[in-house]
Structures are given as structure tokens and as C-alpha cells.
């Protein structure tokens, strides 16, 4: 089985400033990794994933997250946040070669303020 | 992509009542789930919603407190049964593998039960 910890519950963050959002997983297997964004009142939108390859995955709206195999760590960074990406952030993780069905995160609330 | 909509968007019920949710996508997809988010918790999965079978729950959910149906390939209920204040939840449709597309997972907008 499979396990997340996103570290933040919340992140309070200044317009255009940077940001990571930390997420660590838990697996006896190899992985599947994604970070979702959930604006308030909608459902869940993939900003990105990590199948296989490269460990430095871009993502939609300029996220982008790293793969640390060793650290078995998957954080998600802008270099610049807008007011627009205050929303709920949720880091999941699935074993790899099946169904994608995510064991999730709790989420991560970034607050951006102007 | 996939589009996906749920009904109702949010309702308030009586403890002891039984509410159906329903899940309607626009294409047709292989698989279907019901998540779970609890305020302040992770998404939980449900179970897998499966075309002419019954549902796949996971441990701690039963037929018996969450009836599901999937009639054909696009649309699935979940029905949360005599209900108490902690069924208070969002309830999330989630589909997987478009036919001809990707496997992506794509989620519905969400079901926000308030049980009173």
C-alpha cells in the first residue's frame, strides 16, 4: 500500500513571490506520482504527473514538481504565484504498471494574498 | 478531456434519509469511482463503480450504506443511506480511461452533503 504526507496543511504566500508545497510518499513499490489543484467549488484538476523518465515534471499554469527517488519526495514549486492559484493542492501517489487509482494527500491550502 | 457533472451540487438531509447522487460524463469511459472528502481530510475512495456488476467497495465502505449503480458507460449513482451528521461530506464521481483517449483521471465537480 501506498501512503502521502503532505507536510503544510497551509501556505500563506505574497503575490509573485515563490512557493513549494512538500509532499512525501510512502511505498513498498514503484510509483506513480501527481498533484492536483482544487479551486474552491469545483472538482479536482491534474496540474501534473510523474509516470517514468525525467525527474523534473512541468505542469499546467507554471507548476512544476521534482521526483527524488531517494528522498522519496515529490514538492511542487512556482517561481512566481498569482492571486488565481490560491486553491487547495492535493499530492497523491498510485504503484506503478496498473490502474491509476491515487492514495491521496490531505492538501495543502495556498493562500495567496496581494 | 473528459467533462463530468454531478447532481445536486449540494443539499442539506435529515439524519435517517437516504440521498442518490448522480455522475454523468460526457464520454464514454471504462472506469468510474465514488470518492470521499471529509473537511479538513484526504479524498477517500468509495468504491469502483462497474458496468453491469456490482460495485468494488473498499474496507470500510458496504453495499449496504453506499448502494451504487453504473447502467451503462457514461453514468453511475451513489446513494448514501439513512444518512447521520457524519455522512457530512463532499462526495466526488472520478472516471479513468476514455475510450479512444487517455488514461487520465478526471474528477467531477463534487456533491457537498451537509446532514443535519
Known amino acids: 500500500a501506498q501512503s502521502v504526507t503532505q507536510l503544510d496543511s497551509q501556505v500563506p504566500v505574497f503575490e509573485e513571490a515563490p512557493v513549494e508545497l512538500r509532499c512525501n510518499y510512502s511505498s513498498s513499490v514503484s510509483v506513480y506520482l501527481f498533484w492536483y489543484v482544487q479551486y474552491p467549488n469545483q472538482g479536482l484538476q491534474l496540474l501534473l504527473k510523474y509516470l517514468s523518465g525525467s525527474t523534473l515534471v512541468k505542469g499546467i499554469n507554471g507548476f512544476e514538481a521534482e521526483f527524488n527517488k531517494s528522498q522519496t519526495s515529490f514538492h511542487l514549486r512556482k517561481p512566481s504565484v498569482h492571486i488565481s492559484d490560491t486553491a487547495e493542492y492535493f499530492c497523491a501517489v498510485s504503484a506503478s504498471g496498473g490502474s491509476y487509482i491515487p492514495t491521496f494527500g490531505r492538501g495543502t491550502s495556498l493562500i495567496v494574498h496581494p | 478531456s473528459a467533462v463530468i457533472s454531478q447532481k445536486p451540487s449540494r443539499d442539506i438531509c435529515q439524519r435517517g434519509t437516504s440521498l442518490t447522487i448522480q455522475c454523468q460524463v460526457d464520454s464514454q469511459v471504462t472506469m468510474m469511482f465514488w470518492y470521499r472528502q471529509q473537511p479538513g481530510q484526504s479524498l477517500t475512495l468509495i468504491a469502483t463503480a462497474n458496468q453491469g456488476s456490482e460495485a468494488t467497495y473498499e474496507s470500510g465502505f458496504v453495499i449496504d450504506k453506499f448502494p451504487i449503480s453504473r447502467p451503462n458507460l457514461t453514468f453511475s449513482t451513489l446513494t448514501v443511506s439513512n444518512m447521520s451528521p457524519e455522512d457530512s461530506s463532499i462526495y466526488l464521481c472520478?472516471?479513468?480511461?476514455?475510450?479512444?483517449?487517455?488514461?487520465?483521471?478526471?474528477f467531477g465537480p463534487g456533491t457537498r452533503l451537509t446532514v443535519t
Open positions: 472520478s472516471v479513468e480511461g476514455l475510450l479512444g483517449g487517455s488514461d487520465e483521471q478526471y
